[in-house]
């Protein structure tokens, strides 16, 4: 199951007709060539816009190409109304970016003003309400043109995803977890469906796949992926296999009109004693598939997960921003060899759910929480999770939510991954990010964002606080240098 869309670029050209066409369109052909000579795939859009039965054509053309997120370029000044309509008409996400002039030509003929004119398309566009993204600096030569581009990639990604993606749950959300039970409505105003069921339905599905014949090749799939270390009860993986076709085979019968889907799934207390497992590591096993499925019925999580797949292209993972790194740890393994204050630093932590490929050495284990609850003796129903510390490296912690008067709320803070054995359990890592004490007050406290965080590998902040802009967040924190106060920082606090 494919999860994520593919892009498919396309590159049109708009001239203002009191302005030279060919200007337009010789700088649309170096842009492309630009692009391609970087190795990216575009497509020219031959129709080069003046007026709207121009934009229709482009927009027309665009389509015969299989094209689903378009460039638009201003290579002169520009046709305020029909470079604008192309975005209202085009199915897909649109960038709009502009010529700078070329040292090396005439200003008489040869300048185009689109230095001017993004300005009134920028106006144009708001007047439209028509959302379409424009870079930090859009007046750019072809080499840089051909950067921005590669950059818009992974955000029509996301955008593209959204436009067709359904969050599917099970169970109800949980009652001492209101962080988890934010208003969908939100969902529907980003173009994404939800589907919520029962635990029982879920339940009734999973006795139906028990004996499945699909279900060795599955097993066998997780063994290879566990390897010998992680494999630590090979009997245990059929029935995990088989709750795993359950999960898909739902996702088939039920994605309807949409093309994607992630999950949003109950999985505590009554979840394993009922199924016979933790479903930890299924949901890190379908993840590392792009499909993320998110804990706790936790469908803003859900939907973070998925936008952080499109932008950085891989498996993330969704944790409780946890504990604090006690001062013996940070003593014997972070000062003097990191440049982190221990209130810099913290625990991200989860069950089980984190991808294989993002742990040093992962291996099946048990929730222990649930079996200090639920269970005495040697662990039997609360086996199922997947252990152990999470890779070092850079990433990015970040989450969309809704807040409960239904408008959008997200932050973005990029950091790393230590190096530093946590001495703990379940899926877990050191977490670095600068200025960490005042973000946590000042932005997860105080704007009321919940403990679970989409964590994306990688630092892909440029690309998500674009993202949530264009999605309508008129509130997108980040976790601001020492220089730079926040507006409720009391400034005698020293």
Not at 24 to 31: G, K, Y
Not at 207 to 235: F, I, Q
Not at 365 to 370: E, G, R
Not at 421 to 430: E, K, L, Q
């Amino acid at each position: 199951m494919k999860n994520i869309p593919e892009v498919k670029l396309g590159l049109v050209a708009v001239s203002r007709d009191c302005f030279v066409i060919t200007l337009s369109e010789r700088r649309r052909h170096d842009l492309a060539e630009a692009f391609r000579a970087a190795g990216g795939e575009i497509e020219e859009i031959m129709t080069t816009v003046e007026n709207e039965k121009d934009m229709q054509k482009a927009v027309a053309e665009a389509n015969e190409k299989g094209v689903n997120a378009l460039v638009v370029l201003l290579g002169n000044f520009g046709p305020e109304t029909p470079e604008t309509l192309i975005a209202k008409y085009f199915p897909g996400p649109a960038m709009y970016i502009a010529s700078a002039e070329e040292g090396d030509r005439n200003l008489f003929d040869d300048r185009g003003d689109a230095y001017c004119g993004m300005l009134n398309c920028s106006y144009n566009l708001g007047l439209r309400h028509i959302r379409a993204f424009i870079p930090s600096y859009p007046v750019v030569t072809a080499k840089e043109g051909a950067k921005l581009v590669a950059e818009f990639i992974p955000m029509a990604t996301a955008l593209l995803g959204l436009q067709s993606l359904k969050i599917i749950t099970f169970g109800p959300r949980p009652y001492d977890f209101f962080a988890c039970n934010a208003p969908i409505k939100a969902l529907y105003d980003l173009g994404v469906e939800i589907q919520e069921n029962s635990e029982l339905d879920l339940l009734v599905s999973y006795k139906a796949h028990r004996g499945d014949d699909r279900a060795k090749a599955v097993a066998a799939e997780m063994a290879a992926e566990l390897g010998a270390k992680g494999n630590t009860w090979p009997d245990f993986l059929l029935r995990m296999a088989e709750y795993e076709l359950t999960l898909l085979d739902w996702a088939e019968a039920n994605k309807g009109a949409s093309k994607y889907v992630v999950f949003a799934n109950k999985c505590w207390p009554a979840f394993p004693e009922q199924f016979g497992f933790e479903p930890c590591y299924v949901n890190s096993h379908l993840t590392s598939k792009g499909i993320p499925v998110a804990c706790e019925v936790d469908i803003y999580g859900a939907l973070s997960e998925y936008i952080g797949t499109c932008v950085s292209g891989g498996s993330v993972t969704l944790l409780d921003i946890n504990n604090s790194v006690p001062q013996n740890i940070y003593d014997e393994d972070i000062k003097g060899r990191f440049d982190y204050d221990i209130t810099e630093t913290f625990m991200g932590f989860h069950c089980g759910n984190t991808p294989m490929e993002r742990l040093s050495d992962g291996k099946l284990s048990y929730q222990l929480i649930m079996h200090r609850l639920l269970e005495k003796g040697d662990p039997d129903f609360t086996r199922g999770t997947l252990g152990g510390d999470i890779a070092p490296g850079e990433i990015t912690f970040f989450r969309l939510q809704s807040a409960a008067d239904t408008t959008l709320h997200a932050y973005v803070a990029e950091g790393e991954v230590l190096p530093v054995p946590t001495r703990s359990f379940g899926g877990i890592g050191v977490f670095a990010i600068r200025e960490m004490k005042r973000f946590y007050r000042h932005v997860l406290i105080e704007k009321r964002f919940p403990h679970h965080g989409a964590v994306a590998f990688g630092h892909h902040g440029k690309i998500l606080f674009d993202l949530f802009r264009l999605l309508g967040c008129t509130d997108v924190e980040y976790n601001r240098p020492k220089s730079e106060r926040y507006p409720s920082e009391n400034p005698f606090d020293r």
